[in-house]
């Protein structure tokens, strides 16, 4: 039987209770718990950051512009600035993403588009192994396994192609009898292979998944008018994805900038601006770092930290830049509940 | 069995009668029909027999016509080739739309395979390259104490590298899992204006280079407050790159939480933590276990943090805060610098173990993440045995 609460006469006219969302009690401490762990991340996180910022100060102030547009590294002489080793970063990663950007897209349309339904989730499996491979394994495989083939292609590049100065190769006969191929090998072109195939998982693997967010009734809307399989990854996949493709690349940018060991371990450090890339020796800021910190004086490590300032803000714009470019598009990065 | 009724002629002036169709004993059985999407044998042939016909065409240029020695004319050759051949047969039955389709076909299945073949070779050259030092059972065993680069693979191991590698690894985990896991936390649970700055940073540092991280290390651990190389330090240093990839990481696996779990257990009347520990965590604990598990992957497999800030000890050192140290990333590189042919050999032995290590951790991941099918195994348990007998034969 259901019995209703009695309602006591004196009490109907009850005010209704004040709702607070403030946490109490146990709740409170939560909160303020967890907080506490956040602000420490900030510190700590931020803390870098600024670190950064602070110690390149001096150097910036000492050096002015010509920071920016010194090439030579020579502390001795108090003369350094980083339009060599900048540049040279630049172009190692340009290298590296126009070797891997349409291999990651290729990559990716074939997982989510042609690979046979069962096999997709191993693939996708491997693309990520092939992300967590250590940096320092593609520094192995591009100096002892791509290096010599890789100098060849430069050769035959700078044979037919060396009209072009992106191609040329000063120093190097490349119709001699008996070519020499050391100029051709440690270059920025062989560094840039290796580092590709750092950064085509990381973009692949966000293609893949905008594209694999693709309406499936627009896809079969497409097949459904009598689109080929390529005529639908054209007119559906490719459109709706298109904010994935360009912020999984930059993505991939982000990273290629900041590769150290694999260039450590390819490139023959040089300190000159040049565009030919096939050609032996440059150098990227991380390799500097990496190969100049420990006989570095105070000066010299805040020069050092200054370099690495520099780079530190241009991978953080990429990255800005590529995650707008993500989260903005129609395809979104499917994060947001 | 009859299943229509026996009206062959119909009545006069009865519109719209329904006649259902009578089945036919004595017709012979139905062919299954061909599936839809399946390739015609026809198909199937001209897709072979393009590849087939790439590779004589292939061999005819490289080998008769024109002086293209090597196997890597051959193979673009051959690519060209195919692809040249199945655009005029594709064109001969569709038109130009076909062609079109088949040619984007074969340039995916191409560069994927070209992708996965860049992967293969790089493990197994690996490998293969290292196998010399591998099959010692001392290179597990011992480390490199007094054992130069130029002596044989009998003496001298990676086991400091190995312990160095895990030891340094443990710190930044110690470090990062907590802050990284509560930021994240904090970051989707709290939220407010901080939280948004919280994230805004953390994602900014996600940007963070590895060696800037090291450097940073360097400059203020070693430099400044004048402490030696040590475990402690590359651990430190393996935590400043690590913190903002767990953290964003968590904090993308735990924003996908549905929020009408969180509203249900909160107007069941459980506290704000035990939400957190008993409904948020459980829910998202594979995305969780495998954010953190790729994290540590990325960790004990880079070299610029370490290579600032570990020092290059030869000896197994088992106490992080006790001068230098060595790591699995820092042994690989130090000796391929010697150049020497034996260290080499033994640094691809190294770099094959990294690989190793990397790939069961890999595997965890997969393995932890993969759904968990407890409500077919419920039902298993409690059905009566003759019927799972029938169902699981």
């Known amino acids: 039987m259901t019995t209703l609460p009695v309602h006591d006469a004196i009490d109907v006219e009850a005010t209704p209770r004040a709702i607070s969302r403030k946490a109490t009690g146990a709740d409170k401490v939560f909160v303020a718990a967890i907080r506490t762990v956040g602000s420490v991340v900030l510190v700590i996180t931020g803390g870098v950051g600024v670190f950064l910022g602070w110690q390149a100060l001096p150097t910036l102030r000492h050096y002015g512009w010509s920071f920016f547009t010194e090439s030579s590294w020579q502390p001795e002489a108090d003369v350094l600035g980083i339009a060599a080793v900048l540049s040279g970063t630049v172009l190692v990663a340009l290298i590296a993403m126009s070797i891997a950007f349409p291999l990651a897209l290729i990559t990716a349309l074939y997982i989510s588009e042609y690979a046979p339904a069962g096999m997709r989730s191993l693939l996708v499996s491997l693309v990520d192994l092939m992300a967590a491979v250590p940096s320092i394994i593609w520094g192995l495989w591009g100096s002892y396994l791509i290096m010599e083939h890789a100098a060849g292609l430069a050769m035959w590049l700078d044979r037919n192609l060396g009209f072009i100065p992106l191609f040329q190769v000063d120093d190097a006969d490349p119709n001699a009898a008996v070519p020499v191929l050391s100029r051709y090998s440690f270059s920025m072109f062989v560094a840039g292979i290796a580092v590709a195939m750092m950064v085509l998982p990381m973009a692949c693997a966000v293609m893949r998944q905008v594209f694999s967010q693709t309406p499936q009734g627009e896809k079969e809307a497409a097949l459904a008018l009598g689109a080929t399989r390529w005529g639908m990854v054209r007119s559906v996949v490719l459109p709706f994805g298109r904010g994935g493709i360009i912020g999984g690349a930059m993505l991939g940018l982000g990273r290629a900038l900041g590769e150290t060991i694999a260039v450590l371990l390819i490139l023959s450090p040089s300190f000159e601006v040049k565009p030919r890339v096939l050609e032996i020796g440059g150098n990227t800021v991380s390799a500097l770092i990496a190969g100049r910190f420990g006989d570095a004086s105070s000066s010299q490590l805040s020069a050092l930290l200054a370099a690495g300032f520099v780079l530190f803000l241009i991978t953080l714009v990429v990255n800005t830049v590529a995650a707008t470019i993500v989260n903005r598009s129609r395809s979104g990065a499917g994060t947001d509940a | ?393």
Request: charged share 15%.
């Open chain 2, 1 to 393: 069995m009859t299943l229509a009724p026996e009206t062959d002629v119909p009545a006069a002036g009865t519109v719209g009668q329904t006649f259902l169709p009578r089945y036919d004993d004595d017709a012979a059985p139905a062919v299954p029909r061909a599936s839809l999407g399946r390739l015609t044998v026809d198909e199937k042939f001209v897709r072979i027999g393009s590849v087939a016909s790439g590779l004589g065409i292939a061999w005819l240029i490289t080998q008769r016509i024109l002086p293209l020695a090597g196997l890597p004319w051959f193979l673009v050759v051959w690519l060209v080739a195919t692809l040249a051949v199945t655009a005029v047969t594709a064109a001969m039955s569709g038109g130009a739309v076909e062609a079109r389709d088949r040619l984007a076909a074969t340039v995916m299945t191409v560069g994927a395979g070209v992708v996965g073949a860049v992967l293969i070779s790089a493990v197994v050259f690996v490998t293969v390259k290292g196998w010399a030092a591998l099959i010692h059972v001392n290179f597990f065993t011992e480390d490199m104490s007094g054992v130069g680069p130029k002596d044989s693979f009998d003496r001298g191991g990676v086991l400091h590298a190995i312990v160095g590698s895990l030891i340094q690894v443990g710190i930044a985990v110690a470090i990062t899992l907590p802050l990284g896991i509560g930021t994240a936390i904090f970051m989707t649970e709290v939220g407010g204006r901080f939280a948004k700055l919280v994230r805004t940073v953390v994602e900014a540092m996600t940007a963070l280079p590895s060696i800037v991280a090291g450097l940073f290390i360097y400059t203020v651990f070693i430099v400044a407050l004048g402490y030696p190389r040590s475990g402690l330090a590359a651990g430190l240093a393996i935590s400043v790159m690590m913190l903002p990839i767990i953290a964003r990481a968590s904090d993308v696996v735990l924003r996908v939480i549905p929020g009408g779990l969180r509203e249900a257990s909160l107007a069941l009347g459980a506290s704000r933590w035990r939400t957190v520990w008993h409904v948020v965590l459980p829910t998202a604990r594979p995305g969780l276990a495998t954010a953190c598990i790729l994290g540590i992957a990325r960790g004990i497999g880079e070299t610029s943090p370490v290579l600032l800030t570990s020092g290059n000890a030869q000896f197994l050192v088992v106490n992080p805060t006790d001068g230098v140290m060595n790591s699995l990333p820092l042994f690989v590189y130090s000796l391929v610098r010697t150049g020497e042919p034996n260290a080499v050999a033994r640094a691809f032995a190294g770099a094959t173990v990294l690989l190793a290590v990397v790939m069961v951790l890999f595997v965890v991941a997969r393995l932890i993440a993969r759904p968990q099918r407890t409500k077919p195994q419920r039902t298993q348990r409690t059905a009566p045995q003759s019927a799972r007998t029938e169902e699981n034969p």
